[in-house]
């Protein structure tokens, strides 16, 4: 079975997608570009569930940083 989780930054830690929405502002002259998210998408399998989820607990994500998602709003 094919798991897939969805990683992404909170709030407070989004300089990457500030700083890649205003290049695209400026280079695409994209006038009306309110925001942008950024997604790490990870498909698992051949992992029993306690497995899993210490994977995704411990590895893919950064407490405190990162949000834990199983699809994408």
Do not use: K, W
């Not at 989780?5 to 695209?24: C, N």
């Amino acid at each position: 079975m094919v798991r897939r989780v969805y990683i992404t930054r909170r709030r407070e830690f989004r300089q990457r997608e500030q700083a890649l929405s205003a290049e695209l502002s400026q280079f695409l002259d994209i006038q009306n570009l309110e925001g942008l998210r950024i997604y790490y998408r990870y498909d698992v399998e051949h992992l029993e569930e306690a497995t899993f989820r210490m994977l995704c607990e411990r590895i893919l994500i950064l407490p405190g940083r990162d949000e834990l998602l199983s699809e994408i709003p």
